[in-house]
Antibody, heavy 126, light 110 residues
Framework: QVQLQESGPGLVKPSETLSLTCGVSGYSINSGYYWGWIRQPPGKGLEWIGNIYNSGSTYFNPSLKGRVTISLDTSRNQFSLNLSSVTAADTAVYFC???????????????????WGTGTTVTVSS | QSVLTQPPSLSAAPGQKVTISCSGSSSNIGNNYVSWYQQLPGTAPKLLIYENNKRPSGIPDRFSGSKSGSSATLGIIGLQTGDEADYYCGTWDNSLSTGVFGGGTKLTVL
């Protein structure tokens, strides 16, 4: 059974960098799939942050204006999120997820998150 | 403002049927497959439907999905109080090159 678990500081100061890790058990991140991050501000909906493939290729939400990096640590079977220059608007529950992504019928993409972590709350405050 | 549009809330009685709509455009739903997620209060989202109408193992057949043009629909029959949750649609957007979600629909079963 594949399980994901987020970890990291629950409180980050404004202008600093938010760093989270997602530990994966029951599946080797080297074996395929994309791995992604999603967040949910208090009382709001889901916001897509970005994802990474085991080749290292990444896609990010342009609204985060280059503040995001996602990396893989295959030796520890985990992947990480760094979000720099945080403000109160970055306060949210952060989820990691396994992502299925590919082409069907030559030009239609399928894209979905089939396994999610439980989420970790990050508050940006001084 | 979400790229995909869902009704903010819906309500229905136990045992009834409900449909949740998700409207997009040719750059997302119109040319890609749709997924649906259920988020029970205080928990992580769970995949309900993928590739428009497929159910992962363990998801009851009371839940169904469909797509027509640039819109998709989640259907739930035989509503139970345990179905009270937020429901989100999602897909890939070819123009933005990002994953996108709907704003979510809060379903109340009363």
């Amino acid at each position: 059974q594949v399980q994901l678990q987020e970890s990291g500081p629950g409180l980050v100061k404004p202008s600093e960098t938010l760093s989270l890790t997602c530990g994966v058990s029951g599946y080797s991140i080297n074996s395929g799939y994309y791995w992604g991050w999603i967040r949910q501000p208090p009382g709001k909906g889901l916001e897509w942050i970005g994802n990474i493939y085991n080749s290292g290729s990444t896609y990010f939400n342009p609204s985060l204006k280059g503040r995001v990096t996602i990396s893989l640590d295959t030796s520890r079977n985990q992947f990480s999120l760094n979000l720099s220059s945080v403000t109160a608007a970055d306060t949210a529950v952060y989820f990691c997820a396994r992502v299925s992504w590919g082409l069907r019928d030559s030009y239609n993409y399928f894209y979905y998150m089939d396994v999610w972590g439980t989420g970790t709350t990050v508050t940006v405050s001084s | 403002q979400s790229v995909l549009t869902q009704p903010p809330s819906l309500s229905a009685a136990p045992g009834q049927k409900v449909t949740i709509s998700c409207s997009g455009s040719s750059s997302n739903i119109g040319n890609n497959y749709v997924s649906w997620y259920q988020q029970l209060p205080g928990t992580a989202p769970k995949l309900l439907i993928y590739e428009n109408n497929k159910r992962p193992s363990g998801i009851p057949d009371r839940f169904s999905g469909s797509k027509s043009g640039s819109s998709a629909t989640l259907g739930i029959i035989g509503l139970q109080t345990g179905d009270e949750a937020d429901y989100y649609c999602g897909t890939w957007d070819n123009s933005l090159s990002t994953g996108v979600f709907g704003g979510g629909t809060k379903l109340t079963v009363l």
